[in-house]
């Protein structure tokens, strides 16, 4: 065994030999009957997808089992509308659920394949930017573990998020092609295809009754992938749209000899699913993203809503049978399109339909960002969706009439679904939600933020419609398929249930001072070091030891997540250590990978400039064994998985108020990693249940952001009152690491020293003691695996389970099938 197929161990392993031999029948089957290979012949490719085929089979009896059982006892179902789902490799995660990871181990052994080595060539279903996206890759695993009936709602894009290479230091952007081979897991539903109208006219046929004429109509074609649960129980629906043409060629145009126009139409309607948006934290705000969200929100409502009047033969009680949930404000036109279908298409009175809508629908929210909050402008949505449009108007001066009558002094312009100071805009978090029931935030802090920032004035007016649910995230991912060592482990500790109830690991606390469970613990984590060592050496030609600290930030690149903070502390260490080369400095591996859009400037520049320190630092003798700085490219969802389990230091330095929650933070913690981080988003919990002692904070809390941000302190005045700070700006500035291009950081560090928004020179001094304490505890190694005992101990309840049962309980009102235990 190589120390990948190690971690088939974590899965249910006792399987008898006629599984195998039934695997391995079924695996040659696929390659012969659905590839048309004989075994000889058969490449690295050929055997992933028989493997993949094989056990989607087997996926497929518990996803038609699931959706007959939802179907016959008519159980209430979620649709969960993301414009995200940013799923990774699927084969060994649905393996694992199904309890086939070891016999099809076995199979593919003695069918001269190794298992591990071709899942690593399943390409990553990249169709997300970042947390949002992942998150609702979660979601549909834990609904799917915790026997939520629920479909999934996205776009089928061709390409997702792009491929990133570095090229001397600087981001390039790639196309990303998941589907240029094809995508094995999935079904093309032709019989789940629905018309999307755009543009055209609207006219009033009758009293209330108003038809609406699309000028452009393009069809949406559903397609199915299962996602299993835990232990194959249940099966969640993952249905993404692609967008076709009516009419894919035009004779017309091309008998005359006019090729480009013979296909425009089709060019045009396919562009729709053409290629995921890499912007996050920043609105997209071209209208082919516009009629990407209409296009989606749509079709999936017109499925569900298709599917509620097959099944109950009227939409009266679809509040009853169906909980639609709004994944950012990405889907919401979903408030107006619903109230369309209930109107126009089903003869709904207004105040029906509006009843029926707003029992349906429920809104979560993943930022305060004000740059990031979602508008469309008026003109744009009344030429794309005229019908829409009226529908928003109508829902708008309805609640600021409602809201007039109730509180005469009320602010009605920030109310107002409507922004008039900005050339007239939609607020789509406004419509959001006013169109929900709930609206809820995904940390206590963020949650609470909402209600004072940007949702003030809604919150008032309607008191009890935000809420919180912290996020989660999937434990059999991040944990038992992830760290198959640290999985053992914890099933020797806390019993094998542990796989099957994470709260388990609970139990895992008591051995936090065991010198034994410690050393176990250090031989796991330097195993895991070692296999991302390999990596790093591959893909950054940079040797590290694994006996150092591995510190890590892994993210979307963008400036409140304060990677810049990181590489000028970086800088700071490098100056120290230079300067005192024989004093006992922590020996360390800073680790970096991360994405940045590819339109923000300063993101690249960040990028930029921790390459430029890498080459920097990495090739001075005097910091050899103390220092090095790596950059990993083309972060994804694999990359996070091999990284993970190999940290010891996790960073979570954003500047307080401005993360929401962060998924990482629990994933790392988990995984046993300590935190430095910031009082932010989900850090704050995560501080309150490992315990002050075993997190390390830093910085400005929300509150003192918000009082520097009203007061900002100068820049000059803070450099000054910082130590090495300066020097370290003006090396960057001067441009000693980028020697060939002495001015390439002269923009950066003038952006901090006119304004530092982010706070990245306020904490910096805060930030560097911080990293000194780190230091202390590295040294103390007793103390530092007791620390990590402690993190996975008390990281159970960031399971998504836990999360999905709090949306199921205090928002859906479904109940779960299985308790969700955390
Ligand atoms: O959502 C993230 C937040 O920044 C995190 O704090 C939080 O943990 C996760 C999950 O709740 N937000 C995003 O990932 N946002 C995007 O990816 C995005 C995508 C398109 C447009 C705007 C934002």
Redesign the pocket.
């Given at each position: 065994m190589n120390d990948l197929s190690d971690k088939r161990t974590a899965a249910v392993h006792f399987e008898p030999d006629d599984q195998v031999d039934r695997l391995k029948s079924e695996i040659l089957r696929k390659l012969t009957y659905s590839l048309g290979k004989a075994p000889a012949a058969a490449q690295a490719h050929d055997w992933l997808t028989a493997g993949i085929l094989a056990t989607r089979d087997h996926a497929i009896d518990v996803w038609q089992a699931s959706t007959k059982e939802s179907y016959a006892t008519g159980r209430k179902r979620v649709y969960y509308l993301s414009l995200?789902f940013l799923i990774g490799r699927s084969l060994a995660d649905t393996l694992n659920n199904l309890g086939l990871t070891e016999p099809m181990t076995r199979a593919m052994r003695e069918l001269g394949v190794d298992l591990p080595e071709i899942e690593t060539i399943e390409p990553d279903a990249a169709l997300?930017?970042?947390?949002?996206?992942r998150?609702a890759a979660c979601y549909m695993e834990a609904m799917a573990s915790t026997g939520v009936p629920a479909l999934g709602y996205g776009i089928r894009y061709d390409h997702g998020l792009f491929k990133q290479g570095i090229e001397n230091g600087r981001q390039i952007e790639r196309p990303e092609d998941w589907l240029s081979f094809r995508n094995p897991w999935e079904f093309e539903r032709r019989e789940a295809s629905y018309r999307i109208g755009f543009g055209g006219s609207v006219a009033a046929s009758g009293p209330d009754q108003v038809v609406w004429t699309p000028e452009e109509t393009v069809f949406a074609v559903a397609y199915d992938t299962p996602v299993v649960g835990w232990r194959g129980r249940d099966s969640t629906t993952l249905r993404l749209w692609r967008a076709r043409a009516m009419h894919p060629l035009s004779l017309d145009a091309f008998n005359k000899g006019d090729l480009v126009g013979a296909v425009a139409e089709r060019n045009r309607a396919e562009a729709i699913s053409k290629v995921l948006?890499p912007?996050?934290?920043t609105?997209a705000g071209q209208e082919l993203r516009l009629r990407q969200e209409f296009f989606f929100t749509s079709a999936s409502l017109q499925d569900l809503v298709h599917r509620h009047h097959r099944q109950f033969g009227s939409l009266d009680n679809l509040a009853e049978k169906a909980a639609i949930q709004l994944n950012?404000t990405?889907p919401s036109l979903a408030v107006a399109e619903l109230m369309r279908l209930l109107l126009d298409e089903h003869k709904f009175n207004w105040e029906k339909a509006w009843e029926i809508t707003n029992a349906t629908i429920s809104y979560t929210n993943?930022?305060l960002l004000p740059e990031?909050l979602e508008t469309w402008p008026v003109a744009l949505v009344e030429r794309l969706l005229p019908r829409h449009m009226q529908i928003i108007f109508g829902i708008n001066a309805r609640f600021l009439d409602a809201v007039r009558r109730r509180s005469p002094d009320a602010d009605l312009a920030s109310l107002s679904l409507i922004d008039e100071h900005h050339g007239r805009r939609v607020r789509m978090a406004n419509l959001a939600f006013v169109g929900s029931h709930t609206v809820n935030g995904?940390s206590a802090l963020h949650s609470n933020l909402m209600k004072e920032t940007v949702f003030a004035q809604l919150h008032r007016a309607f008191p009890e419609r935000i809420t919180n649910v912290t996020?989660g995230i999937t434990p059999r991912r991040w944990l038992l398929n992830a760290n198959p060592g640290l999985t053992r482990l914890l099933q020797e500790v806390c019993g094998e249930a542990v796989a099957d109830d994470i709260g388990l690991v609970r139990q895992f606390g008591a051995h936090a001072d065991d010198r034994a469970v410690q050393e176990r613990l250090a031989a796991i984590r330097r195993d895991n070091k070692l296999r991302l060592a390999k990596v790093i050496q591959q893909d950054c030609g940079v040797v590290v030891d694994p006996e150092v600290l591995f510190d890590v930030q892994i993210k979307r690149v963008h400036e409140y997540k304060r990677q810049l903070l990181n590489i000028l502390e970086t800088i700071a260490l490098y100056n120290a250590i230079r300067s005192e080369p024989y004093r006992d400095w922590a020996p360390r591996v800073k680790v970096f990978a991360g994405k940045a859009a590819s339109n923000y400037t300063t993101a690249k520049s960040i990028i930029n400039l921790i390459n430029d320190v890498a080459a920097v630092v990495n090739n001075d003798i005097t910091t050899r064994d103390r220092l090095k700085v790596v950059f990993l490219p083309n972060y994804n969802v694999s990359l996070a998985e091999l990284i993970i389990p190999a940290a010891d230091l996790s960073e979570q330095i954003s500047t307080a108020g401005m993360?929401?929650?962060?998924?990482g933070n629990m994933k790392f913690a988990l995984n046993g990693a300590i935190t430095i981080g910031t009082l932010d988003?989900a850090n704050i919990e995560i501080g309150e249940r490992v315990g002050a002692d075993n997190i390390v904070i830093f910085g400005l809390t929300a509150d003192e952001v918000e009082i520097a941000k009203r007061n900002p302190r100068p820049s000059a005045e803070v450099i000054r009152a910082t130590p090495h700070l300066e020097g370290v700006l003006d090396a960057v500035a001067g441009g000693a690491y980028s020697p060939g291009e002495r001015d390439r950081y002269a923009q950066l560090v003038e952006g901090l020293r006119l304004n530092d928004w982010f706070l990245v020179l306020r904490d910096f001094e805060s930030y560097h003691q911080a990293q000194r304490r780190v230091d202390a505890l590295w040294a103390d190694r007793a103390r530092w695996w007791q620390m990590s005992v402690a993190n996975t101990a008390h990281c159970a309840w960031f399971s998504a389970d836990r999360a999905i049962g709090e949306y199921a309980e205090r928002i859906w009102h479904v109940p779960a099938g299985q308790a969700a235990r955390a």
């Open positions: 995200e997300g930017n970042g947390g949002l996206g998150l948006y912007n996050d934290s609105p950012d990405h993943h930022t990031a995904v996020n993360e929401a929650s962060g998924t988003g």
